[in-house]
């Protein structure tokens, strides 16, 4: 094992959000003028930055903002070297859309259809379908790869990092599962630990848990896995590899978000150095995870590879154990500065609070925690509330818990009124909307905002960047750390000072364009 840590990797997410259009005001719309969820999301993207003619939008931030299948609009986050990064620019994300929302709903409201625009940061819709939030770490291409002459950890081979990798997203939603109100009688049915038949065993820790059926596919929508082993570095293909997992709930509060990837990036660097844990590899993980979809506490079975009869509660307590050992011996991350508290204190107390059936010292932290809190203030104000009544309230708070609408959100009120823990400052996340982190999306953003304060049409990927009129060859950008690149500094350069004259307008037809300037 080696006693340094392993040198930094970028990660991000992924977010795609749910679309609802309600009617709004004195006089509001008849549902029949409403636009549907096509129509809704379509009209979101009119109201766009300005200076973009399509659908697909990679930002000065260095962040993708894009219409997904099945008209879910979708952020990704820039490459992140530190997780406070990572989470401004996630909230900066979610804003730059609800402000895209807001501006479609004026609209609506201009042209006589007074209405309210819904973005969800959800799982699940009223007809059953998910949507996930997923994650990206950049790994070194041998943890995963089995092929000849690939190098082996101490934790065994490409397989064995992935049954680790998979055990341990299986149980992680006892820590930061964004919690999920339960049907009618599941206060009856459900009796895990202390409470059952109470209003808190009508509360499982994961909405996205009952959606996912393997733990790994190349693809992500007809076969929802943990992980997405499709083989797309958007990097150096014969160094790097892309662990895209698959499987996290959306969440809300920024600690539990944090908290998901401070503890997932941790693992990952101790993967790398040679820490072994595959002792606590589950025979049947998708088995334990589905269960943690109806638990309220995570006391739910995980039987080891090795014969030991656990519960999910029980392996994430192992982990973050031995995570603890192995941030004494490395010392404590870049990635994790300023967010030391997340696996210091705060994964602690989440284990405390699932061995006592008690949330109460996490539940402003916590999404499963706070939204649970939520809940039981609002049956202390409706006592005699029961069946379908009382599940349209679960409903209602679970909603409003996920709406990025400042008017009938309740993230923002939470936050202010301090039941809703930050992680990031309000002048970190206002930065986050325009300053990309210092990893190559540096350079994108560089690019981008060039383009866009004169005028011209580029095309750009996540490693690669192009001026199209006039038209040049790609900037290859393979290294996702680098935040020198001459070549693409040279273009932006090239870009601040073109003349009128010198671009054209291209033509959108077949290009995802909406053909009204942002």
């Given at each position: ?177 964004s919690g999920r109100p339960l049907g009618a ?245 206002e930065r986050a909307h325009h300053a990309p ?82």
């Amino acid at each position: 094992m080696s006693a340094s840590g392993p040198g930094p990797r970028v990660t991000g997410l992924e977010t795609e959000f749910g679309v609802l259009c309600a009617p709004a005001g004195p006089q509001a719309a008849a549902k029949g003028d409403l636009p549907d969820v096509e129509r809704a999301a379509a009209l979101i993207f009119r109201h766009r930055p300005a200076g973009y003619r399509s659908t697909n939008l990679f930002l000065p931030n260095g962040g993708r903002l894009y219409l997904d299948i099945g008209d879910h609009p979708e952020y990704a986050t820039a490459e992140c070297v530190r997780v406070r990064d990572l989470i401004a620019q996630d909230q900066a994300g979610r804003a730059i859309l609800a402000a895209m929302a807001q501006r479609a709903a004026a609209s609506l409201a201009q042209r006589g259809t007074p209405a309210r625009l819904h973005l969800l940061a959800n799982n699940t819709d009223s007809a059953g379908h998910t949507y996930g939030c997923h994650e990206s770490y950049s790994v070194p291409r041998h943890l995963l790869d089995d092929s000849p002459g690939a190098q082996v950890v101490d934790g065994g081979s490409g397989e064995a990092v992935m049954a680790v990798l998979t055990s341990f997203l299986a149980t992680r939603p006892v820590l930061v599962g964004s919690g999920r109100p339960l049907g009618a009688g599941a206060a009856n049915g459900n009796m895990d630990g202390p409470g059952a038949g109470d209003e808190e065993a009508a509360w499982g820790l994961s909405p996205r848990a009952p959606h996912l059926k393997t733990l790994t596919s190349a693809d992500t929508t007809g076969q929802r896995a943990l992980v997405n082993t499709r083989d797309e570095p958007h990097a150096d293909a014969a160094r790097l590899r892309r662990l895209h997992v698959t499987c996290a709930d959306t969440t809300m509060a920024e600690p539990t978000t944090g908290l998901r990837s401070a503890v997932t990036l941790l693992l990952l660097d101790a993967l790398e150095a040679g820490w072994d844990f595959t002792d606590l590899s589950l025979t049947d993980p998708l088995a334990t995870l589905s269960a943690l979809g109806e638990s309220p506490w995570g006391d739910v079975p995980a039987a080891t590879i090795d014969g030991r009869r656990l519960t999910a509660v029980d392996i994430q307590e192992a982990f973050l154990e031995r995570l603890a050992s192995y941030l004494d011996d490395a010392g404590v991350p870049d990635f994790l500065r300023g967010a030391e508290h997340l696996l210091e204190d705060l994964a602690p107390r989440v284990i405390s609070a699932l061995r006592h059936y008690d949330a109460g010292s996490i539940d402003t932290e916590i999404d499963w925690a706070i939204k649970r809190r939520l809940m039981r203030a609002q049956r202390e104000r409706h006592p005699r509330l029961s069946g379908e009544a009382l599940e349209a309230l679960r409903s209602r708070v679970d909603l409003a818990y996920h709406d990025l609408n400042a008017e009938t959100g309740l993230a923002p009120r939470l936050t202010a009124q301090g039941a809703m823990a930050r992680l990031c400052e309000p002048t970190e996340i206002e930065r986050a909307h325009h300053a990309p982190p210092m990893t190559r999306a540096a350079l994108r953003g560089a690019f981008v905002a060039a383009c866009l304060e004169v005028g011209a049409d580029f095309s750009v990927t996540w490693e690669s960047l192009r001026l199209d009129s006039p038209p040049t060859a790609p900037v290859d950008l393979s290294d996702p750390l680098a935040t020198v690149h001459e070549a693409a500094e040279a273009l932006t350069e090239r870009v601040k000072h073109l003349r009128p004259e010198e671009m054209h307008r291209i033509d959108l037809v077949g290009r995802g364009g909406l053909g009204v300037p942002g």
